[in-house]
């Protein structure tokens, strides 16, 4: 009980202190109005080109999903080093992978939460009906993409630790995903050198999972699997490096160097 | 004051390749997905594409730039002097455009670097387009991104500035502007309001050079002047609030 009650306090608290957009207007701005925005304009592009809007928005709000977390994960790591606090943080008793997870944790539930008002406004303007029973579903597809791209967030903030823009990676994490995650068409239907990109990044099978249970199919367990898979490999590489260079900051007792 | 904003900013930049690399990337990201859509790039979708890379950089500009001034305590100091608060951050709102502009050969090369196959197709399609259009297009755009971006500069000197304020704003111009599909496509309301974005006028003209490019591109213009008419004036209300209020110096 005592445990569960620090993880959930040290996940608010590193909410709260470390998420720089954790204010109105950013928060409105960041996390309800750009990924909303993302997702119509994706549904506008599948309409008009396949002429269905559900796979592209069932895409733009998994790709919601995946901002969140990898967003949440980079920015709740880095900005120890931002705000200075990079050494306290590494000096606690906390395991690094305990730590990490506790951090995670708030981001992956607003990403859901996110996703959930994306779908349900975006299904309101382009008048989607998916079946209630997919729900329950596209929910799992959810918090997969969120579990799987959480470890590709992890090797961001490892790169933003240690280099001076903590945003250049999140950012080339983001744009990857948007282009190789099969988002807007299928993976399959991307051109080799894109889909085979998309292979190794964790998404591309929720998305392909979500498409199909909102097409009224089974939920594809196989491929959730595949992308839970991929996203502990990158975060099991993003917590190599990322203890990598705390042990070099330790040996040199220089936490805040860039 | 104006030029010397403008050299300000430019030195400013330090134009670096990873820095122009760090801002194509994501108008990048964006057209390669959406060309994807459609199967090949088309010279509309490469003008959409240029158009949210200028939109990416100059969204964020306004920001950095009232940040800044703030930050280094110039803005109270500006403020103190004969020359209206406005015209230096025009200025450096102006080499911020000059800036962006480096970006897009980058944005372009990206775009179709990933879609080689399909070059000599648009190269064709684009020599059939009259070189009026391409240029009238090209104004409007450049014009009317400008024009926003003033808009934002006027809105965000008298504001308090939070983290992340301004990130959805890159969403609803590309949404409402049309920059990857038709506005007519646009779902609700949409198209309407999208109208009120100079961007859109100029890239349906592009979309549809058989219907009346040459009015739409008029509208644009006057859309566009009008969108840099009223960021001016109210950068100069702005500046002239300020003066008045001296808090105003420290966060808005």
Known sequence: ?258 | MLCGGTRLQWGLAALSPLAVLGEAIGPIAYGVAFTVGYGAPTPALLAGAAAAGLWAALMIEPAVIVTSERSWGTLQALAATPTPVAWPLIGRLAGSTLVALVVLPVVLAGLLAVFWRSVPDVLADLAQLPLPLLLGTAVVVLLGVFGMSLVLMGALLRSRYSAGMVNGLYGIVVLLGGFFAPLATLPGGFATIGRAIPVSWALEALREPGGAPVLQLVVGAALALLWCLGGVLLLGHAGRVLQRAPQGYVHG
């Open chain 1, 1 to 258: 009980m005592a445990s569960a009650r620090a993880v959930l306090l040290g996940s608010w608290l590193s909410y709260r202190a470390l998420f720089t957009w954790l204010n109105p207007l950013g928060y409105v701005s960041s996390r309800v109005v750009m990924p909303l925005a993302l997702t119509l304009i994706f549904g506008t592009v599948g309409r008009y080109t396949q002429g269905s809007p559900t796979g592209a928005v069932v895409g733009g709000v998994m790709i919601t999903v995946a901002f969140a977390s990898i967003f949440g994960v980079t920015l709740s790591m880095a900005n120890e080093r931002t705000f200075g606090t990079l050494g306290a943080w590494l000096a606690t008793p906390q395991r690094l992978g305990t730590s990490i997870v506790v951090k995670a944790l708030p981001h992956l539930v607003d990403g859901l939460l996110g996703a959930s008002w994306t779908f349900a406004i975006a299904s309101l303007a382009f008048d989607i009906r998916v079946p209630a029973a997919a729900l329950a579903g596209l929910l799992a597809c959810a918090l997969v993409a969120g579990l799987s791209t959480a470890g590709l967030g992890l090797m961001a903030a490892a790169f933003s630790v240690r280099f001076r823009d903590v945003f250049t990676a999140p950012n080339i994490a983001e744009n990857l995903l948007i282009v190789c995650g099969g988002a807007l068409v299928p993976a399959s239907s991307l051109p080799s050198a894109l889909a085979a990109v998309g292979a190794v990044l964790p998404l591309g099978r929720s998305i392909a999972a979500a498409r199909g249970v909102a097409a009224g199919g089974p939920l594809d367990l196989g491929l959730l699997a595949g992308d839970l898979v991929i996203g502990l490999v990158w975060g099991v590489l993003g917590y190599a490096f990322l203890s990598a260079m705390v042990r070099g900051s330790r040996r040199s007792g220089a936490y805040g160097l860039v």
